[in-house]
């Protein structure tokens, strides 16, 4: 599979994936929270499974 998710689109997807992670085993935040497991790796990996089925591109090459 070719990447589909640019630098910045990664970047937040990690950023953002931790932190719902950390407030979930905080606490803060409800199950719910654990979606940002799939944020972290989809960040990690650099594809995204929805934006193929959609056809969406964040990454320049």
């Known amino acids: 599979m070719k990447l589909n998710e ?3 689109d990664r970047a937040l997807r990690v950023v ?3 932190t719902l992670i950390g407030l979930t085993v905080a606490g803060t ?4 929270g654990w979606i940002g497991v799939v944020l972290l790796l989809t960040g990690l990996v650099g594809i995204c499974p ?3 089925l959609l056809g969406i ?3 320049p090459r």
Do not use: A, P, R
């Not at 935040?29 to 719910?32: E, L, P």
């Open 6 to 8: 640019g630098t910045l």
């Open 16 to 18: 953002v994936g931790l």
């Open 29 to 32: 935040v409800g199950v719910w």
């Open 50 to 52: 929805l934006y193929s």
């Open 57 to 59: 591109n964040t990454c």
